[in-house]
């Protein structure tokens, strides 16, 4: 009988834990929730503020503008990789979405307070593949820029 009893009074603990970590699980997850709405707004006002700037012909406000955001995140990224070392799964997909932005940089080196930490994280992310074939915008600022170099060093000669 006191087994039964031990049992009993186990298993309606265990079972109002369980209840009481999903509603706290769902309190944090909302939250979570919350701010990631935020986070887009405010990406979605960022984009909206460059817009304008364009359309009025401040392209280099805009410019300035976009690789200060642009260099944030990525610092935000190398601080998280020195708190908490990616798996080698994430690393591999967070480097092939940051070979655009090293092939920027390369062309346009990062400036600011965030420039050590851009420059550390973008060390360990490969370059562009030259022997493939490749359309973007990006692709085609690295070849002006490349064509740009080349034909300096040759007037040099």
């Given at each position: 009988?006191?087994?039964?009893?031990?049992?009993?009074?186990?298993?309606a603990g265990?079972?109002?834990?369980?209840?009481?970590?999903?509603?706290?699980s769902?309190?944090?997850?909302?939250?979570?929730?919350?701010s990631?709405?935020?986070?887009?707004?405010?990406?979605?006002?960022?984009?909206?503020?460059?817009?304008a700037?364009?359309?009025?012909?401040?392209?280099?406000?805009?410019?300035?503008?976009?690789?200060?955001?642009?260099?944030?995140?990525?610092?935000?990224?190398?601080?998280?990789?020195?708190?908490r070392?990616?798996s080698?799964?994430?690393?591999?997909?967070?480097?092939r979405?940051?070979?655009?932005?090293?092939?920027?940089h390369?062309?346009?080196?990062?400036?600011?307070?965030?420039?050590?930490?851009?420059?550390?994280?973008?060390?360990?992310?490969?370059?562009?593949?030259l022997?493939?074939?490749?359309?973007?915008?990006?692709?085609?600022?690295?070849d002006?820029?490349?064509?740009?170099?080349?034909?300096?060093?040759?007037?040099?000669?």
């Amino acid at each position: 009988m006191k087994l039964l009893k031990a049992l009993g009074l186990f298993s309606a603990g265990a079972l109002a834990g369980g209840i009481l970590v999903g509603w706290y699980s769902g309190q944090v997850l909302s939250r979570q929730m919350v701010s990631k709405e935020i986070d887009v707004a405010f990406k979605a006002c960022e984009q909206a503020e460059w817009l304008a700037q364009l359309r009025l012909n401040e392209p280099q406000v805009a410019i300035k503008q976009l690789e200060h955001s642009m260099d944030i995140e990525v610092a935000t990224l190398a601080q998280w990789a020195d708190a908490r070392r990616p798996s080698n799964e994430v690393r591999e997909r967070r480097d092939r979405f940051l070979v655009p932005v090293k092939v920027y940089h390369e062309s346009y080196p990062a400036a600011g307070e965030e420039a050590p930490l851009v420059s550390s994280l973008l060390t360990s992310v490969p370059g562009r593949d030259l022997k493939k074939v490749c359309r973007s915008g990006i692709c085609k600022l690295d070849d002006l820029h490349r064509a740009a170099v080349v034909s300096t060093n040759s007037l040099a000669k």
